[in-house]
């Protein structure tokens, strides 16, 4: 049995399909069982990270967890209790999604990814087999402006020229169902990027040919952006922490391209225009 804890979410529903393509037993995570569509060979679970009686029930019979944590602010805490309660329950294999760049810093000694530092530490002192995935910038985040581009109004750019590996979700799912089911990957961290380094305005250009109509982008100064995201009610940690990210990207140090896709899959990585093809139709016009 494999626990896929963010069953829901972007990455956790892509892995919840590879796996149960392979014929493996899986258990998905979530608060919300209903918002998971029944598959056959998958257990759904109603479980949250702050009630510790669900998750002793969500890791019963467990031999491996994928632990992708979410939470409204940042903060380890949900990762050390799901750690702390897998490994009383005999789990062997733990499989944690963090993000590129996890405990660079940048600026006035400002760490990327802290939380998620904390989280990682806690994953290899775990007394567990472990892997870490270090995945780029998504793909998929474009799909947040997909209104937007619809509506025919400009992509705001918070990263400036500034280029990065852009991965395909799918691929960062590949990994883990590979990490969670094949030898070889105990005590690695995976850096996982696309194939080509892209800038926002690139994937702009991307898109507009693909979808065959003008899509442009406008530059975001990060202290505009902070404003905008807090209004959109994201707790304030939550969004410093975002703009540290964006910070860090901006000033070029994600302009990064590894191999570790290609290694793990035997394929190069899943191309941004790919992806863009795949999706289009979320990107119809407004009428």
Do not use: C
């Amino acid at each position: 049995m494999i626990l896929i804890t963010g069953a829901t979410g972007t990455i956790g529903s892509h892995l919840l399909h590879q796996l149960t393509s392979r014929g493996e037993t899986v258990r998905a995570m979530t608060r919300n069982p209903g918002a998971v569509r029944a598959e056959p060979g998958v257990d759904l679970v109603r479980a949250d990270f702050d009630d510790p009686a669900s998750l002793a029930a969500a890791v019963a019979d467990v031999r491996a967890v994928f632990l992708l944590t979410a939470p409204t602010a940042p903060t380890p805490r949900h990762d050390l209790a799901m750690l702390d309660t897998a490994r009383s329950a005999g789990v062997t294999t733990v499989v944690k999604l963090s993000a590129i760049g996890t405990g660079e810093t940048i600026g006035d000694n400002r760490t990327v990814g802290a939380w998620h530092l904390q989280a990682e530490q806690a994953v290899r002192s775990s007394g567990m087999a472990w892997t870490v995935l270090r995945p780029s910038s998504f793909a998929s985040n474009v799909l947040r402006f997909a209104q937007t581009i619809n509506a025919g109004h400009p992509i705001p750019n918070m990263t400036g020229t500034a280029t990065q590996g852009v991965i395909d979700p799918r691929d960062v799912a590949a990994v883990a169902a590979e990490a969670l089911t094949t030898p070889g990957h105990a005590g690695r961290t995976y850096t996982l990027t696309g194939p080509e380094l892209l800038s926002v305005p690139d994937q702009a250009a991307i898109l507009e040919s693909v979808l065959d109509r003008p899509v442009t982008t406008v530059d975001l100064p990060l202290d505009t952006a902070r404003d905008q995201i807090l209004q959109h009610g994201t707790d304030p940690e939550a969004a410093d922490a975002a703009l540290t990210g964006i910070a860090w990207a901006r000033a070029g140090h994600n302009a990064v391209l590894t191999q570790d896709v290609h290694r793990i899959l035997g394929r190069p990585a899943t191309a941004f225009i790919t992806w863009v093809q795949d999706h289009r139709d979320a990107f119809r016009p407004t009428p």
